[in-house]
DNA sequence: CACTGGAAAATGCCGC
DNA sequence: GCGGCATTTTCCAGTG
């Protein structure tokens, strides 16, 4: 291990992780606002922000629930005997 | 304009409108569970998670104070135009 | 315990707990309308709102960036603790 | 007028309207910390917050509509020149 | 009166 | 498994 400067091993997985990090924060607050975008945009188009929010949270919860069905439908079949993947 | 099923030029937009807020909520996750897997791969490393978020938490609130700074002397040079004080 | 209409020790608590909290909620009321007039009279002697509130903000910030600091401390002190880095 | 010190009028003044809004603010936090505590007391009896919220802020909608009546109500009066109050 | 920004509430996550 | 905390979302006051 070099004693040069400040670094360390440690140090440089340190910087590494906290770049990774922070650039991968960077990309989910881009998405963010693209997100903040289109509602934007569809505004503009007459819709109504709230409204859609609720649209997607509603069809977000079916999925959840069409989710949880196929587990259910995994636990039988696995149950049985039968492993459908 | 088809008159076929329930669609209408509305309903097309409104479908178009909540796949696009669908899709970039997805991407949102993934790069979510993407941060969640680098604190977890460093914490396997031997780095603590929570002292991690708190030089990630610090290194955005140094820029923040840069934002700051800029914004109180726009306000500045309000206050003076104004001749506050 | 009396059954004498639809009172029941937990009803009674229910709307003891439920007119607190809107005695409280009135009473915050009351205050928010407080600091709306100071800001009004404030105007009224040639004041800028705006600049005000940007003053008390700032003034908040620093006291937020005291106990960060406190934080910071008890962090790294923790940190070395664990021998981290 | 003097000019001992950076102190004026205008100065003295400022202080004294920030540091009014300061300790309004301070009251106002200190009520909200008080809702806090006893929705958290109700919550130690076996009340569920998420409901008690609701129900308080269903109570509060049913105010906002006798409210309402009671404005309808001083219009009609107004409106036949009966002022009520 | 619509929009933006900041406070409050709901949700999800981590440690115990 | 749950309570506390951080994040996210929702809501409301202030602004132009």
Same mark, same amino acid.
């Given at each position: !291990? #070099?004693?040069?400067?400040?670094?360390?091993?440690? @140090?440089?997985? $340190?910087? #590494?992780?906290?770049?990774? *990090?922070?650039? /991968?924060?960077?990309? =989910?607050?881009?998405? #963010?606002?693209? *997100?903040?975008?289109? &509602?934007?945009? %569809? =505004?503009?188009? @007459?819709?109504?922000?709230?409204? $859609?929010?609720? *649209?997607?949270?509603?069809?977000?919860?079916?999925?959840? +629930?069409? +989710?949880? %069905?196929?587990? !259910? /439908?995994?636990? &039988?079949?696995? %149950?049985?005997? $039968?492993?459908? *993947?």
């Amino acid at each position: !291990m #070099t004693v040069v400067g400040h670094n360390s091993v440690a @140090g440089d997985q $340190l910087r #590494t992780v906290v770049e990774r *990090i922070e650039r /991968l924060e960077d990309e =989910k607050k881009n998405v #963010t606002a693209d *997100i903040k975008d289109v &509602y934007a945009e %569809a =505004k503009g188009n @007459g819709f109504d922000a709230k409204t $859609l929010r609720k *649209i997607v949270a509603l069809r977000k919860l079916d999925e959840d +629930k069409r +989710k949880e %069905a196929q587990a !259910m /439908l995994d636990l &039988y079949a696995h %149950a049985i005997g $039968l492993d459908l *993947i």
